[in-house]
């Protein structure tokens, strides 16, 4: 994922007030002058923390709440409008990256999947433009 997403996903948690921001895969982690630069500083009270894989971050938070219901941001056949998900904490939220969105076994793995309806010509939004709608979706009803 892009290091100034990852920032600005520093800067999203701290918006919503959540939990912790969990990185995964070829991601930069904080320190770094750009996450830096994009949280302004988020990253200092922000907990987050890495993981090699989605999967192993997925499996270990599901050990960790034994209720939490984990659901992926991304177009697929089996995904729902994000405003027709009944939202409910705890939860966990998966973002992918630009180019390749969230892997299929790791779609596999969540409790469900939402996206954001298309109207226009494009297919995609940023993924940090998406979380945001999403993670004010699920303040917004919970």
């Known amino acids: 994922m892009d290091t100034y997403n990852i ?27 750009r996450i830096k630069k994009a949280s302004i500083n988020t990253t200092e009270w922000v907990k987050w923390h890495y993981e090699s894989t989605a999967k192993e971050a997925i499996i270990k938070i599901k050990n960790q709440i034994s209720n939490i219901k984990v659901i992926a941001i991304e177009q697929d056949k089996k995904s729902v409008s994000y405003t027709e998900m009944k939202w409910e904490f705890p939860v966990a ?3 992918g990256n630009e180019t390749y969105g ?7 793995m969540c409790d469900a999947i939402v ?9 995609s939004l940023n993924v940090m433009v998406s979380l945001g709608i999403v993670l004010y979706k699920i303040v917004e009803k919970c």
């Not at 969230?102 to 596999?108: A, G, I, N, T």
């Open 102 to 108: 969230v892997s299929r076994e790791v779609l596999k």
């Open 93 to 95: 939220v998966v973002v």
């Open 7 to 33: 920032g600005s996903i520093f800067r999203l948690a701290d918006a919503v007030a959540a939990e912790e921001v969990i990185i995964t895969g070829q991601a930069e982690v904080p320190p770094n002058t």
């Open 115 to 123: 996206e954001l309806p298309m109207f226009g010509v494009n297919i």
